[in-house]
């Protein structure tokens, strides 16, 4: 979970920077058909076949449902929408993942329902994240579409809650060939939405096109794969939790490559994140530690 909240910290980054030489739906679609011949290609030197094993109609349809929810529309959603919001307003969406989450697991997943203390605990990761990132994040920048621009970040954030919840309903299957499936039929999704709204794509620089490798190899085929495994193995509630932490790689990637300012509020928005999630996790702590 770490690993992918630094890798997701950086695409904030890497994204504003793509998208001063593609189109958002093109920028979606690129990291998405990348991250899926990676993914495949790992897949094949393994030797294993795509869609071998046998599985039911409800399990094909879920398939496709997760793989749009999960990466073709919220890149897509994402990419728009931050052309028309602040990224202090990108990352407070992203951080009310978890938030989204919380109730829904309570009543689609056995064994994660709500206790005052991991409510509690998300609210004050809430806070922390909020801390952070200043309340200037909701301050209004004048863009004629920056409602929808925001609209369209919760949605994005709501698109990964919701696959988060279904990747549980899943039959058993390895994490990189689940991940090399899913973004190859996300793919299906993002190449004709791109190409019907923005038409046939132009052909960025090699800058750009460096760019859009990195999009396409680690924060999409990479981070992918450890979503699809953390979701399966440790539950989406866990998994939302690391929408608390991105915000804080975000700034500190931004200091270290941009030479940006951080903010005084870094440390004391840290240690309330880290309250926060340690109160969630109380009870899978207390077990632990009792056990041994």
């Known amino acids: 979970m770490v690993s992918l909240g630094f890798i997701w910290g950086g695409t904030f980054l890497a994204t504003e920077i793509a998208l001063e030489g593609i189109t958002p739906f093109w920028l979606a679609a690129s990291r998405i058909v990348l991250g899926a011949i990676a993914t495949v290609a790992v897949w094949q030197l393994q030797g294993r076949k795509l869609f071998a094993a046998p599985a039911g109609r409800q399990q094909y349809v879920l398939l496709f449902v997760i793989a749009g929810l999960s990466s073709a529309v919220p890149f ?14 990108a990352g ?22 709500i206790t005052w203390l991991r409510a509690l605990g ?46 549980r309903r899943v039959q058993a299957i390895d994490p990189i060939g689940l991940s090399a499936v899913l973004l190859l039929l996300a793919s299906f999704y993002s190449v004709p939405l791109a190409w019907a709204v923005e038409g046939p794509p132009v052909m960025p620089d090699t800058y750009i096109l460096g760019v859009l490798a990195f999009l396409g190899l680690i924060p999409t085929a990479a981070a992918n794969f450890m979503r699809v495994y953390v979701a399966r193995t440790a539950g989406p509630v866990f998994l939302s939790l690391l929408n608390y932490q991105v915000p804080i790689w975000s700034i500190l990637l931004g200091a270290w490559f941009l030479n940006e300012t951080l903010p005084g509020t870094l440390i004391w928005a840290t240690i309330l994140i880290l309250v926060g999630v340690g109160l969630t996790q109380y009870s899978a702590i207390a077990r632990l530690y009792s056990k041994s």
Do not use: K
């Open 122 to 167: 998300f609210a004050v990761g809430f806070a922390g994240v909020v801390v952070l990132i200043g309340l200037q994040a909701f301050d209004s920048n004048g863009s004629q579409y920056e409602f929808w621009g925001r609209l369209a970040c919760v949605g994005a954030a709501s698109c990964y809650a919701v696959s988060s919840i279904q990747l």
């Open 76 to 89: 897509a959603l994402l990419a728009w929408g931050q052309q028309y919001v602040t990224s202090g307003f």
């Open 92 to 113: 407070v969406s992203m951080a009310s993942t978890a938030l989204i989450v919380l109730p829904l697991a309570h009543f689609l997943i056995p064994g994660e329902r």
